[in-house]
């Protein structure tokens, strides 16, 4: 079993930049794969990036490609999430997941949530 614990959000102004980190707890992290997810009030959860814990693959949506980067610090236990030229659009609460067995799109594949941190962009 695995905690997750999110930090980084904040408030930036359009076109800046945030470094999101999700820090687990358990000694197999390195075991996990991890993701990102973002979520607004009213709307269904949506995928952001994540990387695989075999041989670190990342995949990302359509919307963030380019701009964001997932990556995984298995010394530290934590993934972090760059995210550079945000845009309004972006604001959202955005929360890590990990699971042992599976990784993808989806987020039903994921066992483990953190409880996510805000991020808004103003334009």
């Known amino acids: 079993q695995v905690q997750l614990a999110e930090s980084g959000g904040g408030l930036v102004q359009a076109g800046g930049s945030l470094r999101l980190s999700c820090a687990a707890s358990g000694r197999t992290f390195s075991r996990y794969s991890m993701a990102w997810f973002r979520q607004a009030p009213g709307k269904e959860r949506e995928f952001v990036a994540a990387?695989?814990?075999?041989?670190?693959?990342?995949r990302y949506a359509d919307s963030v490609k380019g701009r964001f980067t997932i990556s995984r610090d298995n010394a530290r236990n934590t993934v972090y999430l760059q995210m550079n030229s945000l845009q309004p659009e972006d604001t959202d609460v955005y929360c890590c997941?990990?699971?042992?067995?599976?990784?993808?799109?989806?987020?039903?594949?994921?066992?483990?949530w953190g409880q996510g941190t805000q991020v808004t962009v103003s334009s």
């Open positions: 997941a990990a699971d042992p067995r599976a990784w993808g799109l989806e987020s039903f594949v994921y066992d483990y």
């Open positions: 990387v695989s814990w075999s041989q670190g693959v990342t």
